[in-house]
């Protein structure tokens, strides 16, 4: 191991102990998928040295890599099992999708940003993460022909929750989703039981706009 690999390891636990678990994230699978994954890979090699800070980082086309305790809560909070089928809408950087695929069976990822789904794309391959299907599509629509999925993560802000997202979660999955105006969100669990829809809020935060027919309209793919 070269002295780069072992400095991003220090950085990464220390991410982990003084970000992640201080503030209450103790599902064992989601701090596992942490420690593996390298968070610097994910982000533009100029701010590589920035991956493991407490905020958000740039990523190009006016979107970002969340803050790592955000990812941690989101994906702890999705309550997953090995088992599961999971929807991410907004593939981004690909370090959510990432995280997902550590722990799940599957993860299925829409991203509308042509450049941002081919880039990650061939990161994934590079990286191995073979367990990770990708789409170039409107995410707010979800991913109809593989649904029913145990649960959907959605890492950018709506208006309001959409629809078909809400109708692609199978009997007993979750979804969370930033929701709100453009300037700051609840962050939304959400439990599908039986046919009723049970909405639990984890908080404030603020997610870069959802763009699609069922979010904020307006903007054309890049």
Not at 31 to 60: C, S, T
Not at 99 to 124: A, N
Not at 170 to 177: E, K, L, P, S, T
């Amino acid at each position: 191991m070269n002295t780069e690999s072992i400095r991003y390891d220090r950085q990464r636990e220390l991410m982990i102990k003084r970000q992640v678990e201080a503030r209450g994230v103790t599902d064992p699978d989601v701090l596992a998928a942490m420690r593996k994954i390298p968070r610097h890979a994910f982000v533009n090699e100029a701010l590589m040295d920035q991956a493991y800070g407490d905020y958000p980082l740039p990523i190009g086309h006016q979107q970002t890599i969340s803050q790592p305790y955000i990812v941690a809560e989101m994906t702890q909070s999705l309550e997953l099992e090995k088992n599961d089928r999971v929807l991410e809408i907004g593939t981004g950087s690909g370090y959510q999708t990432a995280i997902l695929s550590q722990i799940v069976y599957r993860v299925y990822t829409v991203e509308r940003i042509y450049s941002l789904y081919v880039e990650t794309r061939k990161l994934f391959d590079k990286l191995k993460y073979h367990n990770i299907v990708t789409r170039y599509s409107d995410g707010t629509s979800g991913w109809k022909d593989e649904s029913p999925f145990d649960a959907i993560i959605v890492t950018a802000g709506a208006p309001e929750i959409p629809e078909p997202l809400v109708g692609q979660l199978a009997d007993g999955g979750r979804m969370v989703i930033p929701v709100g105006d453009e300037y700051s969100q609840d962050l939304i669990k959400i439990r599908k039981k039986g046919g009723d829809i049970q909405t639990t809020s984890l908080g404030a935060c603020r997610f870069v706009k959802l763009i699609g027919e069922y979010a904020w309209q307006g903007i054309k793919n890049i």
